[in-house]
């Protein structure tokens, strides 16, 4: 008996099966495309940026060195991400979007996005605690803002800061 039965399915199923991923292994890739990765990046810093805003106006911030602290970090996270972004854009085809990836900007992006998971992780922290030590001294809601706070405040609501819903990204190219 012979086997070229067996080796010619074999050949077809190879084939087939290999011919099955490419799909998925492209979905996987765009999704992985630096331009691809930008919406989420400045949704998460749009929302960092937001509950920052909420501990000043509800005076959670009681230290000015701490405010100062968060008030930096995301001022330079702002700034990285800004880099970042026009990295991305610069690219108007497909093929440099892969050549992006391919240098690492993807990394660079998702690194980014990390780094501000954790700043919001410690903003959410930081203002959970600061509310539970309010509620068990019995203060109202909001306290009374720092000078520093209030100027902060005031760069967030007027504008003069990168507001970050700007940094949305169209996925198409142009």
């Not at 050949?11 to 989420?40: E, S, Y």
């Not at 009681?62 to 610069?90: C, M, P, S, W």
Request: proline share 4%; aromatic share 10%.
């Amino acid at each position: 008996m012979s086997d070229l039965g067996f080796n010619v399915w074999g050949a077809v199923a190879a084939v087939v099966g290999t011919a099955a991923l490419i799909p998925v292994i492209h979905a996987w890739f765009n999704t992985h495309l630096p331009r691809a990765l930008l919406p989420t990046l400045s949704s998460i810093l749009q929302e960092t940026q937001e509950s920052f805003v909420t501990g000043l106006r509800e005076g959670l911030f009681t230290d000015d060195t701490e405010l100062y602290h968060f008030h930096n970090r995301i001022r330079a996270i702002k700034r990285q991400v800004g880099e970042a972004r026009a990295e991305a854009l610069e690219a108007t085809s497909w093929r440099q979007d892969v050549r992006n990836w391919y240098t690492g900007l993807s990394s660079k992006i998702s690194h980014l996005c990390r780094n501000i998971d954790d700043i919001r992780a410690k903003l959410a922290r930081t203002q959970s605690n600061k509310r539970k030590l309010l509620e068990a001294q019995g203060y109202p809601d909001t306290l009374m803002i720092s000078p520093y706070a209030q100027e902060l405040l005031r760069e967030y609501t007027q504008g003069t800061l990168l507001p970050c819903s700007s940094l949305f990204i169209p996925l198409a190219y142009s």
